[in-house]
């Protein structure tokens, strides 16, 4: 199953940083509730990582008032065959 990262932003303000963490913990999702925020260090914003079938799966997790400017990356590992294979096909 994919897993993605998702960064959720919100206002540099202390005011903003406890609203979005209350709706995080009030939406009643298992992986909201456990985000973890980079509030202390500067980094406005909740993270959460989630194996979901979609993009769309992960966004569709994120409270609607937060949807449009949140950023959803899907990862990847690699295995060393598959980065020999990639330097060696793409070698200049």
Not at 8 to 20: E, T
Not at 24 to 52: K, P, R, Y
Not at 74 to 80: G, I, K
Request: proline share 7%; glycine share 6%; with cysteine.
């Amino acid at each position: 199953m994919p897993k993605f990262f998702i960064e959720v932003p919100h206002d540099p303000d202390m005011y903003s940083c406890a609203k979005a963490i209350q709706v995080f913990q009030q939406s009643g999702s298992h992986l909201l509730t456990n985000a973890e925020w980079g509030c202390h260090d500067g980094e406005h914003c909740g993270m959460i990582i989630v194996e979901v079938d979609s993009r769309e799966d992960a966004l569709s997790i994120i409270p609607p008032a937060y949807r449009a400017e949140s950023r959803v990356v899907q990862l990847s590992r690699f295995t060393p065959e598959q980065i020999q294979r990639t330097l060696d096909e793409h070698q200049g």
